[in-house]
């Protein structure tokens, strides 16, 4: 199976700025134009994560708890990345 960090990697590493961790419940924060992945041992962990500002250009309500074990904890509303250059934030999905 190999680890969380791996199948992590295997699921968003071509996309993501970077993954950090390696806990089963990961935290999706796809905020300023770029994903960043936070890997938490715990739910309470990733609660904690989910609520924390990632960065200058953070909006909170758009972090993403995923259980790497198959379970979606809780959903945020979906959006499309783009590079920083084209856009100062992500932009909601269509």
Do not use: F
């Not at 962990?45 to 995923?66: L, M, N, P, Q, Y």
């Amino acid at each position: 199976m190999g680890t969380w960090q791996d199948k992590a990697n295997r699921e968003w590493g071509t996309t993501a700025t970077w993954i950090k961790g390696d806990g089963q419940y990961a935290v999706l924060h796809p905020c300023g134009g770029e994903l960043t992945v936070t890997l938490c041992t715990t739910p309470i962990e990733a609660k904690a994560a989910k609520s924390s500002k990632c960065g200058g250009r953070c909006a909170v309500s758009r972090h993403t708890v995923t259980d790497l074990g198959g379970t979606v904890l809780e959903a945020a509303q979906a959006v499309v990345l783009t590079q920083p250059e084209q856009s100062k934030a992500a932009l909601p999905a269509i």
